[in-house]
């Protein structure tokens, strides 16, 4: 079931804002794509973003600045939600950092949230299959921004079959060490905070040899940069195990969609190279 | 008095939010400013953008996806607010096409909008003049969006010697006979509908022997284009006056700022062409 609720010509191609009812989050999920004019005649590569805390589907084809580029490269983009919604969960709404449109991207294992939030399967595996069923896709990128960029580079390094390139725009590096990641995981995932690692980006990149090309991109007057996104923890031990990380840093840019869209043409392009 | 609310790097360029008091509007009212670069050293060319319905000065910066491209042209964009805000009227926030944010870019003449309700007189000379103390400010241009093309086009004409070219998205082309505009120009303007004349493009053009450059684009799926833009009245008074105003339209193209996105890069070079 593809309920779609609303639909943009936009640069030639097709944005689509849909619903469809999902396992791994047990009720509807919202999602939107972006079908270049290409993807309507043949097979496209599809890059998927993930967005930060308190988006939706949404603010990154609305501010992102992308479908220009993905019009003219033929590249499908998708933008899943960032959590279920309406699950009726007394604490969903509490804070702007937990639970609806916060959902870290894991699979909970503390109640209630293990019955719905379940993105980490839903992401990984669950949409790319349900799109490729739906819509004519090759193959397959991720990128996010913030708490998308922590899923992006934790669900793509988990993945390197799904996912062929992976890249990030202040990314939260290491949610067991952010006050944002280690409040939401404690409450997602007990207080066991071994169970923690297989989603924190620098802990899996201490046990990866080798990974995807990846790209990052940071902001250096980002106020998160230092305590929440701990950039320098993710740069100490790409260095270490010699990984293939692009890292770029940017005097004078923030954390907004502003500096996203800076910069999203040369994602765009990074992906591109790896999907054809 | 130029009060900085916020500012953001993008494209290399300055993004600023202000707030400034208002003569003309009766105390503070908001605007945004993109300098490209170059602006920093060197006088650029300024390119106004009014908004529509209930936007503020954030929407056309956040969604457009101009920025770039001014960046590269160096090009300085400007988008005030709507409406003044936060007037203590009565009616102001009663409906979301009337009051604040629904300016429509007249001089009030009603009480009690006659006392703040002076966009017209705000966007034709007091914000340029104070824009032209406060920055390096070259030529000067004006496009617009829905109610802000409707603005666009009436401050224009009207002021042939401030804005040297003219374009417009999906604009209000005779509020006199749109139910959105009637009911804004009855209140801001009384019941006496010869007053809304020169605040009627279409009236306007009527008189006019010769006009600026003129773009205007129209989204044929968008669904106020029949009952509240009237565009082909305004198509109707340029081909019988032979006047210099070229209209595309746009099949499938909606009234969303995806629609606006897609062209902003023409609008931009066309206006470019004639300030240097």
Chains 1, 2 share one sequence.
Not at 191 to 216: C, F, R
């Amino acid at each position: 079931m593809l309920t779609l609720r609303s639909e943009h010509r936009c640069f030639s191609g097709s944005l689509r804002f849909y619903t469809h009812e999902s396992k791994s989050c047990n009720g509807p999920m919202n999602f939107s794509i972006f079908l270049p004019s290409k993807a309507q005649k043949q097979q496209c590569p599809a890059l998927y973003f993930l967005a930060g805390l308190s988006s939706s589907d949404e603010n990154f084809m609305m501010k992102a600045g992308a479908l220009r580029v993905a019009e003219e490269l033929g590249l499908i983009l998708v933008a899943p939600d960032t959590s279920p919604r309406n699950r009726h969960i007394e604490r969903d709404n509490e804070h702007w950092t937990f639970g609806e449109g916060a959902s870290f991207y894991v699979n909970a294992t503390q109640s209630p949230w293990s019955t719905s939030y379940n993105m980490y399967d839903y992401i990984a595996f669950e949409l790319p299959d349900f799109l490729s069923k739906n819509f004519l896709i090759g193959k397959k990128s991720l990128m996010g921004h913030s708490m998308g960029g922590h899923g992006a580079l934790v669900i793509g390094l988990r993945n390197p079959d799904v996912f062929l390139s992976l890249s990030a725009f202040a990314p939260i590096c290491a949610p067991m060490r952010s006050p944002w990641g280690s409040y939401a995981l404690s409450l997602y995932l007990g207080n066991e905070s071994s169970e923690w690692e297989s989603y924190d980006t620098v802990e899996i990149l201490k046990k990866t040899p080798k990974t995807q090309p990846i790209l990052i991109d940071q902001g250096e007057a980002d106020p998160f940069l230092e305590e929440q996104l701990r950039l320098d923890d993710l740069a100490h031990v790409a260095r270490e195990n010699n990984l293939a990380i692009e890292i770029r840093k940017h005097a004078g840019y923030d954390h907004s969609y502003y500096f996203v869209s800076t910069f999203i043409e040369s994602h765009l392009r990074f992906h591109y190279k790896y999907s054809i």
